[in-house]
């Protein structure tokens, strides 16, 4: 891997690695997801729980990352994707002034639950 990130301008051994892994090496899937993976991501999630590399393997069309980024900003049933309230809008104000812009500080205390991508947006 060394080698390689010789002859690529600004990236480390690791990041050639990295890339090599999780995006080129396997053929994972990119874009976006079909129904049928949504329906083995929800299965593979209620037998293995957040075990990303298990999922993973469940699905298979797909790497932990990925598995792991659609279940908690697309599948998961606990999201609120319903319209705010003015409360809402209040809070979320709140604690922005708090926390900052610090989207996944602020949406671990947010109730009912927003992903970091609909508070931003919504901010």
Do not use: M
Not at 45 to 60: P, S
Not at 67 to 87: A, K, M, R
Not at 94 to 114: M, Y
């Amino acid at each position: 891997w060394r080698q390689f990130a010789k002859s690529i301008p600004g990236r480390s051994n690791k990041d050639c690695r990295r890339r090599w892994c999780n995006s080129l090496a396997d053929g994972t899937a990119k874009g976006p997801w079909s129904e049928e993976e949504d329906e083995r991501l929800f299965e593979a999630v209620r037998q293995h729980g957040t075990n990303w590399r298990e999922v993973a393997r469940a699905v298979e069309s797909r790497n932990p990352d990925q598995c792991s980024s659609h279940w908690s900003q697309v599948l998961d049933p606990n999201i609120n994707f319903c319209d705010w309230t003015t409360e809402e809008d209040e809070n979320l104000l709140h604690e922005v002034l708090t926390h900052g812009t610090n989207w996944a500080t602020i949406s671990t205390s947010h109730c009912p639950k927003r992903t970091t991508l609909i508070l931003k947006n919504r901010y």
